[in-house]
C-alpha cells in the first residue's frame, strides 16, 4: 500500500445496513481477556554441533564418500590437525556432508558458524562454475563458488534462532563442473544457543495449503454479494488443531451490530463469538486434526460494500472488494496471529492458498478479479465471471461499468486496465504502458511473474494511493504508485511476510524494487536520516506506527529502501542483484523474516554486517 494522509470519511458513509440473517454472536474487542502467557523453558546456553573440529573421526557426520574428513597433505586445518574437504577433483562431482542437530527451545539465540577455505585453478573473474551450499533444514543460508577464493580461513556466521526446537539437518553440498579443480575446506563448524529464557513453540506455520471454493451472486449495484464459501486445510503442525480462526478483516469498516462480512449456518465446525472488533472469527473443530490430517469448513456468506472510495468500499457505481473474503489466520511459534485491522497500512498475514471464485453479477458490470477470469453467460441478463488462482494469500475484485483497455507485456504476461468514469483514455493508455513495463522489470530482478494476468483499477478519488492485491491492482494515475503496488506481486504476495509485525518486508523492499525499476540509484538518501527517538526503527511493528503515524511513511518506506541502497553500495551491485534473485526464489510462495533476510545479506558478504543492522536500526 502507497501510504498518504488519511481523508476523513463521515461516519453515517461507512455505516452499512445488516444483512437479513441472523449474525454470529460478537463481543466487543474491549471485553477480550488478555492471552495467558506461555511458560517459559530454562535457557542452557549449549553447543550443539558435535566433532565440528572433525578431531574425532568421522562421527556423527555423515559423507558422501569416505575421504571428506581428512588430514591429508595439500590442505590444512584451521585448527588441530584435521578438517573437512569437498571436492578439489577438477571433473563433474558431488560432495556431501551432514549432521542433524537438534537446537534448544529455551534459548532466544543461535549463531552457526564455520571457518572456509576455497582454493581454486579457475581464473573465470564473472562466472561460478564451482559451489558450495550451506543449508540448515530446507534453507539455504549460504552459497559460495570459486569466484570467493581466499589465501586462507574465513569465519562465516549466521543467526538460526528461527529453527529453535526443531531437530534439523545441517549440511555442506560441494559441486563441481567437468573441469579445474576448486577445493571447499571447513573447520571448527560450531552452532552455539544462549540469550535471555524464550519460551517454547512449535515454529511451523498452520494451517496450510488452504483451498477456498466461493460462490457468489451480486444485486444489480454489485454493492451486495450473498453466497458460500468453504475452504480445505491441513495441520503442519506437530501439535494437533483443535480450532482455525477466519478473519473477516472487513468488518473494521462496519459496527459489530451492523457488520458488512457475515457468517453463518458453518459446517465443519462450531462458530464461537467474534473478537478483535469483530474481525476474528474462532471455529472450533470437531476433533482435533492431527499433523497430516485435513478438514473443510463451509458458512453462507454475505457481504455489504459500504460507500467511499476504499480497498473495500463503492464510489458511486464502482465498488471495490478488498479482504472481503474470510480467510485463514496463521498459526506459528508466536501462537495465533489475531492483530487488529490497520489503515495505515496492513494486517493481512496469510499463507499461500488456491481460490476457485464464482461472481454471479449483472452483465452490465464488469468485474476484474485476481487470478485467470473466464465469462460465460448466466440467467437473463447476467454474467458469471469464474476467476481460478493458485498460490495467492488473498483474493480481491471490482465491479462496475468500467472502461477497459488490455495489453501484453514484452515478457508475455497479459496486463488489463479497468478504469472509473472520468479518467482519460490518455490516462489509461499511460497506466496500461506503466504497467507492462513495471511487471517485467520486477520478474527480470525477482524471478518470473507467476499469476497469469494482472488487473489494474485505477480511480483518482483513492485517498490512500495504491493497494495490492495477488493479481489485482488499485491505483490512482502514478506511474511510480503503480510501479510499487506491482512490485507488490513480488514482496508480500509470492515473498510473503506478517504485514503487522514486520511491514518493512514488504514496503521497503517494494519501494526500493520501484526506485530500480525507475532506474533510481538512492544516491545519498540515507545521509538524510534523522530519527525521531531511540525508539524509532525501520522493523517496528505497525503497532507502533498507528501510535506514531506521521512518521510511517517516512521511515519504512523512506529510511527502509534506503538501507537496501546502502547495503547495495556496501556489499556491491552483483552482490545485491543475486542475494535478492536468490532470497525470492528460496521463499517463493513462503514467508519472509528479518532473521532470515539479515542471514541471507550476511552470507551473500565476506563483510561483518552487524554495525550495518545497527546503523539502520534494522532489528530482529
Not at 41 to 59: D, I, Y
Not at 209 to 215: E, G, I, L, R
Request: glycine letters at 8%; a negative charge; hydrophobic letters at 40%.
Amino acid at each position: 500500500m502507497r501510504s498518504t494522509p488519511h481523508r476523513a470519511f463521515a461516519t453515517g458513509a461507512l455505516a452499512v445496513a445488516a444483512l437479513a440473517a441472523v449474525t454470529l454472536p460478537a463481543t466487543p474487542a474491549a471485553a477480550e481477556p488478555p492471552a495467558a502467557a506461555p511458560v517459559a523453558a530454562a535457557c542452557t546456553p549449549a553447543q550443539v554441533v558435535a566433532n565440528g573440529g572433525f578431531e574425532s573421526g568421522t562421527s556423527p557426520w555423515t559423507q558422501s564418500t569416505s575421504g571428506i574428513i581428512t588430514s591429508r597433505i595439500g590442505e590444512s586445518a584451521h585448527a588441530g590437525t584435521s578438517f573437512a574437504w569437498l571436492n578439489g577433483v577438477g571433473s563433474t562431482h558431488t560432495d556431501t556432508l551432514t549432521q542433524s542437530v537438534t537446537i534448544p527451545s529455551g534459548c532466544s539465540a543461535a549463531t552457526l558458524t564455520f571457518w572456509l577455505h576455497i582454493d581454486t585453478v579457475e581464473t573465470a573473474s564473472s562466472t561460478a562454475y564451482d559451489k558450495l551450499t550451506a543449508k540448515i533444514g530446507s534453507t539455504t543460508l549460504a552459497t559460495y563458488s570459486n569466484l570467493d577464493k581466499n589465501t586462507g580461513y574465513v569465519k562465516k556466521s549466521f543467526d538460526v534462532s528461527a529453527f529453535a526446537g526443531q531437530t534439523v539437518n545441517l549440511a555442506f553440498t560441494g559441486t563441481e563442473d567437468s573441469s579445474l579443480r576448486t577445493s571447499f575446506v571447513l573447520d571448527d563448524v560450531a552452532l552455539d544457543t544462549s540469550g535471555d529464557t524464550a519460551p517454547p513453540a512449535d515454529s511451523t506455520r498452520t494451517p496450510a495449503a488452504p483451498a477456498y471454493t466461493v460462490s457468489l451472486s451480486s444485486n444489480t449495484g454489485g454493492t451486495v454479494w450473498t453466497g458460500h464459501e468453504s475452504v480445505t486445510f491441513t495441520n503442519a503442525s506437530a501439535t494437533a488443531l483443535s480450532e482455525v480462526y477466519l478473519r473477516l478483516w472487513d468488518n473494521y469498516h462496519g459496527t459489530c451490530s451492523a457488520p458488512p462480512i457475515t457468517v453463518t449456518n458453518v459446517t465443519g465446525g462450531t462458530a464461537g463469538a467474534l473478537s478483535v472488533a469483530c474481525t476474528a472469527l474462532p471455529i472450533a473443530l470437531p476433533t482435533p486434526l492431527a499433523q497430516g490430517q485435513s478438514a473443510t469448513i463451509g458458512f453462507d456468506l454475505g457481504i455489504t460494500v459500504p460507500s467511499g472510495a476504499d480497498r473495500f468500499g463503492h464510489d458511486g457505481s464502482f465498488s471495490f472488494i478488498g479482504n472481503a473474503l474470510p480467510v485463514l489466520a496463521v498459526k506459528d511459534g508466536a501462537g495465533w496471529h489475531l492483530d487488529p485491522y490497520t489503515n495505515n497500512g496492513e494486517s493481512f498475514y496469510s499463507l499461500a492458498a488456491d481460490f476457485k471464485v464464482t461472481l454471479d453479477h449483472p452483465s452490465t458490470l464488469l468485474v476484474p478479479a485476481t487470478g485467470t477470469s473466464t465469462d460465460t453467460p448466466g440467467s437473463s441478463g447476467r454474467t458469471v465471471t469464474t476467476a481460478t488462482a493458485a498460490q495467492v494469500r488473498d483474493f480481491a475484485w471490482a465491479a462496475g461499468p468500467f472502461t477497459k483497455i488490455s495489453g501484453t507485456s514484452t515478457n508475455g504476461v497479459p496486463v488489463n486496465v479497468y478504469s472509473v468514469s472520468g479518467i482519460s483514455s490518455s490516462s489509461a493508455q499511460s497506466m496500461l504502458t506503466t504497467a507492462k513495463s513495471a511487471v517485467d522489470a520486477h520478474a527480470t530482478r525477482f524471478g518470473a511473474y507467476p499469476y497469469g494476468e494482472l488487473d489494474a483499477v485505477i480511480d483518482n478519488n483513492f485517498w490512500f494511493g495504491g493497494m495490492e492485491y495477488p493479481g489485482f491492482v488499485l491505483d490512482l494515475v502514478s506511474t511510480t504508485a503503480l510501479t510499487h503496488e506491482i512490485g507488490h506481486q513480488w514482496w508480500y504476495g509470492i515473498v510473503g511476510d506478517d504485514e503487522y509485525n514486520s511491514p518493512w518486508l514488504d514496503e521497503s523492499f517494494t519501494d526500493y524494487a520501484t526506485d530500480l525499476a525507475q532506474g533510481k540509484t538512492g544516491a545519498s538518501c540515507w545521509s538524510s536520516v534523522s530519527w525521531a527517538s531511540s525508539a524509532e526503527k525501520i522493523t517496528n511493528s505497525m503497532a507502533y506506527w498507528d501510535a506514531h503515524s506521521s512518521r510511517y511513511s517516512t521511515v519504512v518506506y523512506g529510511y527502509g529502501k534506503c538501507a537496501l541502497h546502502d547495503l547495495r553500495r556496501l556489499i556491491g551491485d552483483t552482490a545485491m542483484i543475486n542475494l535478492l534473485k536468490n532470497y525470492a526464489t528460496s521463499h517463493w510462495y513462503g514467508v519472509s523474516t528479518t532473521a532470515e533476510f539479515k542471514a541471507a545479506a550476511q552470507a551473500a558478504t565476506s563483510t561483518d554486517l552487524t554495525s550495518f543492522w545497527t546503523q539502520h536500526r534494522i532489528e530482529g
